[in-house]
């Protein structure tokens, strides 16, 4: 009766929107670039959080996204910046070439979505970086990073994300549930339920088994290293702080040297 992947990916634009306004990560990226122009590829762009800004401060942005509702919000949000932004899966599509910087930002190593095993993905998407750089340019990675992460897989309970009213009038709850980590793949299983009643009265339910992997520091630094990547910055919060179990992230800034 109704297309579930359309108003569901509709509902999460809008909280995705919402929710996440926050900035510290662009005004570190844009710091680290400087302000001469650059050729900036951002990977999985979404709506543009962090494409819009980056291209109003001067830099000539592509952003790569598969996700065509959250693409459709980019145009709301620009007035005559160099930007541009195509649908691409970017597991499988071309990226380009001859870009000054790329971006894995906003989490996107935990974030990618693809029927590839995640590592190989996740060691993909340094590569796929490698390749569409110029030699000399950088790469600029922002992924959360906890040092134990079992920890995050104690609470029973579901975890609730988003809940609200997207512009359609749908109302929707997004939530993590039977989260499931091993600690010797480091892969967590889980399921995103979406709980929506929409603005025509009807409920919709979509469960959707989704994983992610824990990579750990040793191995983005060798998949780098293996890259032709020397990093130049690495830490742990926005504010620069070293890499700690208070961060829970980690930011790192790297050059292409061949
Ligand atoms: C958390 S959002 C981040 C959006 C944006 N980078 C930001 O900073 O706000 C993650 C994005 O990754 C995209 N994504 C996940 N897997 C993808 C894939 N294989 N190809 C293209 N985009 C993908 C999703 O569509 C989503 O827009």
């Known amino acids: 009766m109704y297309n579930e992947k359309d108003i569901i990916a509709q509902w999460n634009a809008d909280m995705y929107d919402l929710n996440e306004t926050y900035t510290d990560d ?34 000539d942005v592509t952003g790569l996204d598969f996700d065509e509702y959250m693409l459709k919000r980019i145009p709301h949000k620009i007035t005559n910046e160099k930007i541009k932004w195509h649908k691409a899966d970017v597991i ?28 190989q993905a ?6 796929k970086s490698a390749d569409a750089l110029a030699v000399g340019g950088h790469i600029f990675v922002d992924y959360v990073y906890p040092q ?31 989260n499931v980590y091993d600690t010797k793949s480091r892969i967590a299983r889980y399921i995103r339920r979406f709980d929506m009643i929409l603005a025509d009265g009807n409920t919709l339910v979509q469960e959707i088994p989704s994983e992610k992997h824990f990579v750990v520091l040793e191995q983005i630094h060798k998949w780098l290293d293996e890259a032709g990547f ?14 700690s179990e208070m961060t829970n992230r980690v930011i790192i800034w790297a050059r292409k040297i061949r």
């Open 26 to 59: 662009v005004e570190l990226a844009l710091m680290l670039m400087g302000t001469t122009p650059k050729k900036v590829l951002e990977i999985a762009c979404g709506s543009g959080r962090f494409l819009v800004p980056v291209a109003k401060a001067g830099h």
């Open 92 to 119: 499988y599509d071309d990226w380009g070439t001859g870009f000054d910087v790329v971006t894995l930002g906003a989490n996107f190593l935990f974030n990618i979505v693809s029927d590839m095993n995640y590592e």
């Open 122 to 127: 996740q060691k993909l998407m340094i590569q």
């Open 148 to 178: 134990y992460p079992e920890k995050w897989f104690h609470n029973p309970n579901p975890n609730i994300i988003w809940e609200g009213t997207d512009s359609h009038g749908n109302f929707g709850k997004m939530s993590l549930l039977d």
């Open 230 to 243: 020397v990093i130049e910055q690495e830490c742990g919060d926005y504010q620069g702080h070293p890499i």
